[in-house]
């Protein structure tokens, strides 16, 4: 009997030691399906408000970089953006409601401004205030420390800002 509560204990030490290493990091499809309708508001609202109908395919991918997210170019032209997936399963808000609208606000700066402004300038500010009615400041956070750091590298390796 008393080993069979000691193999019992082992065993659920093992499984929550797994449980521990491996924690649960799942996309659900709610999750993909609100990131699409936060990303569609926003293209409808850029057409409404700047005449563009642009879409760029939005990836959710594991990362060890400490960024929320990107947008990257291809040939000059926003090519697609990036959201970390980590950071968006410990908090889906934050990125739906400020990071997708900052991302989107560089497309819309570059479709109008091409590269021809600062990436988080004026210019920028006033797009992504236009688009979200949440808030724009970039560098109040210190997340946003890091992230403006590995962006700089980041533009430099793949053009993206
Ligand atoms: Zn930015």
């Given at each position: 009997?008393?080993?069979l509560?000691?193999s019992?204990?082992?065993?659920?030490?093992?499984?929550?030691?797994?449980?521990?290493?491996?924690?649960?990091?799942?996309?659900?499809?709610?999750d993909?399906?609100?990131?699409?309708?936060?990303?569609?508001?926003?293209?409808?609202?850029?057409?409404?408000?700047?005449?563009?109908?642009?879409?760029?395919?939005?990836?959710?991918?594991?990362?060890?970089?400490?960024?929320?997210?990107?947008?990257?170019?291809?040939?000059?032209?926003?090519q697609?953006?990036?959201?970390?997936?980590?950071?968006?399963?410990?908090?889906?808000?934050?990125?739906?409601?400020f990071?997708?609208?900052?991302?989107?606000?560089?497309?819309?700066?570059?479709?109008?401004?091409?590269?021809?402004?600062?990436?988080?300038g004026?210019?920028?500010l006033?797009?992504?205030?236009?688009?979200?009615?949440?808030?724009?400041?970039v560098?109040?956070?210190?997340?946003?420390?890091?992230?403006?750091?590995?962006?700089?590298?980041?533009?430099?390796?793949?053009?993206?800002?």
């Open positions: 009997m008393k080993s509560f000691f019992i204990f082992i065993a659920s030490v093992v499984f929550l030691l797994v449980l521990f290493l491996y924690p649960e990091q799942t996309l659900t499809q709610a993909i399906d609100r990131l699409n309708q936060k990303k569609q508001d926003l293209i409808q609202k850029t057409h409404t408000l700047y005449g563009f109908n642009y879409n760029v395919p939005l990836y959710i991918e594991e990362t060890d970089k400490r960024v929320w997210g990107a947008m990257l170019y291809s040939g000059g032209m926003p697609k953006i990036v959201i970390n997936k980590g950071y968006y399963l410990e908090n889906p808000d934050y990125v739906v409601n990071v997708l609208p900052h991302e989107w606000a560089h497309v819309v700066a570059r479709l109008i401004y091409k590269t021809s402004i600062r990436s988080h004026e210019e920028w006033a797009i992504c205030k236009s688009l979200s009615e949440i808030r724009c400041d560098r109040v956070q210190d997340e946003f420390v890091a992230e403006e750091k590995i962006r700089s590298s980041l533009r430099e390796l793949l053009g993206g800002e």
